[in-house]
């Protein structure tokens, strides 16, 4: 029986992965999330890859995860209609079904059993035509057949159009999502936003729903996503101030941001003052959280801040620098891949991949997500190639400093390179792609 529950804040949904078991490494997920340091397990082709299929899609592919049977799952975004689909390590359809909501906004696999996606639910036909229309969010679960189980519907809250906006406690399934909340007082047409930190328990309950910063007329408001680690919850959130964009329109500036650590109660246990802010979760890596900070008109700086809170170190990248905008991917060395740079675990500088650094002028590749660090040490990444044009894959190796090669992809790309156990690496943007040996 479907259970839905009406709340007063945001969209997430839970779908239910049945009859996989994680007893053991043998069947761990082979991607549950984008959050993370972006090491994978598994070693990309050493040579020039093929392609393997192609699955088109109505729309935008907006997220995939793997399990560990190597069944991917992808949202996809279609004009204000989403869609849950199945697909075999082959290319091969298993299921696909249209899901409540107009825009996707993340998905996560947890515990190899369960999706949990996040997005947006357009009630603008339902709403009283005097109000200031704002969108509503959902929460819901599916079993891995597409059988709905339950579903939260938050009024009035928002789900930023990002990649991942939710996170899960592997150990018990617990979610937090950072949302903001709308309001409009009474005879006003000035809408307020207020930042949300909401938990939920794995059966669906709202455990707490906390203010974390809020607008007014000239102040705007901006936020991270949330990661959980360790039992709590980290996350970033920044109050701005408008600058003059034309004669006739400003813009929102962030410069100053705090990260925050919270309990699983929606406790504030402590915070951290930063510059710069960007709507990627934290990564998190050896005891260490790295965050992007990224100042109007300044340099992009790395924060690294430990498990306490305490900034240990930052690296700053020239503003303009291409790359520097995206999370750091981390080696299991603790070598730093960020804004196209690679750094020690220290922070010295190795090498750049930047014009000139090497004779394969991969510097023309711009990287269109974040990086990826298969097992060989290889960087790989979805790129736009602004000397010829067109999208493509890119594959570096961290140690030799050479390109190992490139795959141009004469379609539309938007995704991160994600590496299955058998090596195919696998993007996406309209289609997804599988390429392999």
């Known amino acids: 029986m479907v259970k839905k529950q009406l709340i007063s804040l945001l969209f997430i949904i839970v779908l239910s992965v049945s009859g996989i078991s994680t007893a053991n490494a043998e069947t761990k997920a082979v991607y549950p999330t984008d959050h993370g340091p972006r090491q994978s397990a598994f070693a990309a082709p050493a040579a020039k890859p093929g392609l393997k299929w192609a699955v088109p899609f109505d729309g935008d592919i907006e997220q995939v995860v793997i399990d560990s049977a190597g069944i991917l799952y992808v949202l996809s975004d279609n004009s204000r209609e989403l ?254 891949v960020f804004g196209q740079r690679v750094y020690d675990p220290s922070g010295k500088l190795i090498w750049s991949f930047l014009p000139a650094s090497l004779k394969e002028k991969v510097y023309r590749f711009y990287p269109k997500d974040r990086l990826t660090i298969d097992s060989k040490q290889n960087i790989l990444f979805t790129s736009m190639d602004n000397l010829n044009g067109g999208n493509g894959i890119t594959s570096i190796n961290m140690i030799s400093r050479k390109v190992n090669w490139y795959v141009k992809v004469d379609s539309v790309l938007d995704s991160p390179v994600v590496i299955g156990k058998d090596g195919t690496v696998y993007v996406w943007g309209t289609k997804l792609f599988a390429f392999g040996s």
Do not use: C
């Open 83 to 336: 869609k849950l689909t199945a697909v075999q390590p082959g290319g091969k359809l298993l299921w696909s079904k249209v899901i409540n909501g107009s825009a996707a906004s993340g998905l996560y696999l947890y515990n190899d059993k369960y999706l949990i996606v996040s997005g947006t639910l357009d009630t603008q036909e339902v709403r009283d035509k005097s109000e200031v229309y704002q969108p509503s969010g959902i929460l819901s679960k599916y079993t891995i057949s597409g059988e709905l189980v339950w579903e939260n519907i938050y009024e009035d809250t928002h789900f930023a159009v990002r990649h991942s906006d939710l996170t899960v406690d592997e150990t018990d399934g617990f979610i937090a999502f950072a949302a903001t909340l709308y309001s409009t007082a009474k005879g006003s047409s000035l809408t307020k936003e207020e930042v949300r930190l909401i938990g939920v328990s794995a059966d669906g309950k709202t455990q707490f729903n906390t203010p974390v910063v809020a607008s007014t007329d000239r102040i705007p408001v901006y936020y991270s996503n949330p990661l959980i680690v360790k039992g709590n919850i980290y996350l970033s959130s920044s109050k701005g101030y408008y600058r003059p964009y034309s004669k006739r329109a400003e813009m929102a500036e962030f410069d100053d941001a705090r990260f925050m650590k919270y309990n699983k109660q929606g406790k504030l246990l402590s915070s951290t003052d930063y510059k710069g802010i960007v709507p990627y979760a934290p990564v998190y890596y050896n005891n260490h959280f790295y965050l992007v900070g990224e100042p109007y008109n300044k340099d992009n700086n790395l924060y690294i801040i430990n498990t306490d809170g305490k900034l240990t170190k930052k690296i700053s990248v020239k503003r303009g620098f291409i790359g520097s905008e995206l999370p750091p991917s981390i080696s299991k060395e603790g070598n730093i």
